[in-house]
């Protein structure tokens, strides 16, 4: 069972088009991440955050993190092919320095 | 700066042999992680430095891996003996002060056959 679960697991949208991802879990989260991972690369990170309720937003994304800190999601808006990727969520956990990975969504976009 | 540094690239082994990996940090951070990526099992970490200093290894599968960190700025990851279930995509990543914001590396792409 993984700590943070993510849905959809797998996601195909035609260019201009809105999506929502969401990064849920069971457990309380000092903070959490959203990394974004092309073929062939490392995950890059897009945004942390760390507060409830708090909302940060980069150009197209808004990013916002559960009131509970449990949960988090990640929204895009007119999505654009170059948004294609697999999108990963990560926290460390309230109760200690032990960091975990979602499972991830891959999303594709299409022109 | 460069970025994480990894070689090499692509690694294709035979069953039974040793695989070292290799990981160059960004300069000035303080925390190193070994990760692996699978389709299955998504990215996991493996084990993580700081200072150079093993902190949790709790993640490295069994005793055929081992990892180092000599100095601030080289880390290996070694498998021996290799198994085809070890096949995989190993991340290093590094981070300054703030632990959980990771740059990562290009990764190995290990093949075991």
């Known amino acids: 069972t993984q700590l943070l679960e993510q849905s959809p697991q797998f996601l195909s949208i035609q260019e201009g088009e809105n999506l929502t991802v969401y990064c849920n879990s069971s457990s309380v989260f000092s903070s959490l991440q959203w990394y974004r991972q092309e073929p062939g690369e490392g995950p890059v990170l897009l945004v942390t955050?760390?507060?409830?309720?708090e909302v940060k937003k980069l150009k197209r994304l808004t990013f916002q993190f559960g009131d509970a800190r449990k949960d988090s999601s990640l929204h895009i808006t007119a999505a654009q092919p170059g948004d294609t990727g697999l999108y990963l969520c990560a926290g460390d956990l309230d109760t200690g320095n032990q960091f975990y990975f979602g499972t991830g969504t891959s999303l594709t976009v299409i022109p | 700066d460069a970025g994480v540094i990894q070689s090499p690239r692509h690694e294709v082994t035979e069953m039974g042999q040793e695989v070292t990996l290799r990981c160059k940090p960004i300069s000035g951070h303080d925390y190193l992680f070994w990760y692996r990526q699978t389709m299955m099992r998504g990215l996991e970490l493996l084990i993580y430095f700081n200072n150079n200093v093993p902190i949790d290894d709790s993640g490295m599968p069994e005793d055929r891996f081992s990892a180092k960190m000599p100095n601030a700025s080289f880390s290996t990851l070694k498998i021996q003996p290799s198994e085809p279930r070890d096949s995989a995509v190993y991340f290093c990543?590094?981070?300054?002060?703030?632990?959980?914001?990771?740059?990562f590396g290009q990764g190995t792409r290990l093949t075991v056959v």
């Open positions: 955050v760390v507060t409830g309720g």
């Open positions: 990543a590094s981070s300054g002060e703030t632990y959980t914001e990771a740059f």
